[in-house]
């Protein structure tokens, strides 16, 4: 028999086990929910089941233009001829492949600017028209140009002026310098740190041209972004990744773990007293 003075609390108290651990559970799904992003729209490369099995790569070759600088170091067999053909650049030689004794710093500083005319000034050959040429073709013309004077030398020629920014949800925005002449969005991103959970996957590029400026997109979410235009990034291209709407208003801001655990220890101060 329970005294009359005491009640049973039981019956009267309506944040019993039951309906507390039911409202704990509610609140948890709710901030979950409400304060990630869906693994769907950071997952990078989804493949359809209509999809190809491979994707062919638009593989742009880029055309020099005024403006640029471009590292050309003509390799001899004697060091009188390299002194003579390279005079007042690094004085050290090069590999064919880009490496030894220069670095890229070095290639950038005594690089050749191409002026306005579309030319660069090298020493005993004088002015070689390079507009419009891409790398190689520049390369195979500066080596015909050297061959009236030097039989038997190998060019290496660099473009050194290739830069982006990128600027958003990432986690390392800012302008990067890169010394290839060849550079897929998905390596700017990793240079950039990668993007962050709340960093929109549709990424908009902002590429210069000589009538102003061109606005793109390419969505990281889909296969297909290696087969488009702007997966292969040009010089000065602005990589813009935009939050996800749940980031603009600051939901992943809110102190769900402080409420959460607040309104925890209230409902268990409620449940104590009420027994």
Do not use: W
Not at 67 to 81: A, C, F, N, P, R
Not at 230 to 257: C, H, S, T
């Amino acid at each position: 028999m329970t005294p009359k003075h005491l009640k049973d609390n039981s019956a009267v108290n309506p944040l019993n086990k039951k309906y507390r651990n039911q409202i704990i559970g509610i609140l948890l799904i709710v901030m979950l929910v409400t304060s990630c992003t869906p693994h769907k729209k950071i997952v990078y490369l989804q493949r359809q089941a209509e999809d190809a099995e491979s994707f062919g790569f638009l593989k742009p070759e880029y055309r020099i233009k005024s403006g640029d600088i471009l590292y050309i170091q003509v390799h001899t067999h004697d060091e009188k001829s390299f002194a003579m053909f390279n005079s007042d650049r690094s004085g050290q030689r090069t590999t064919a492949a880009g490496g030894g004794g220069i670095g890229n710093v070095q290639m950038f500083l005594h690089g050749y600017n191409v002026d306005k005319n579309g030319e660069v000034t090298m020493p005993v050959v004088g002015n070689v028209n390079v507009e419009g040429k891409t790398i190689a073709e520049a390369t195979k013309h500066i080596e015909k140009e050297v061959e009236e004077y030097l039989i038997g030398a190998t060019i290496l020629v660099k473009l050194v002026n290739f830069s982006f920014s990128v600027l958003g949800e990432v986690g390392s925005p800012g302008k990067y310098y890169v010394y290839d002449n060849r550079v897929s969005i998905l390596d700017a991103i990793a240079v950039a740190g990668d993007l962050t959970d709340f960093g929109n996957r549709n990424i908009t590029i902002v590429r210069q041209t000589e009538e102003g400026a061109t606005f793109g997109s390419i969505n990281l979410n889909q296969a297909t972004a290696l087969t488009s235009e702007y997966y292969y990034l040009q010089p000065n291209d602005i990589v813009y990744v935009e939050p996800y709407r749940i980031k603009r208003l600051g939901i992943n801001q809110f102190p769900f773990a402080l409420v959460f655990s607040t309104i925890s220890t209230t409902l268990l101060l409620i449940n104590y007293f009420s027994n």
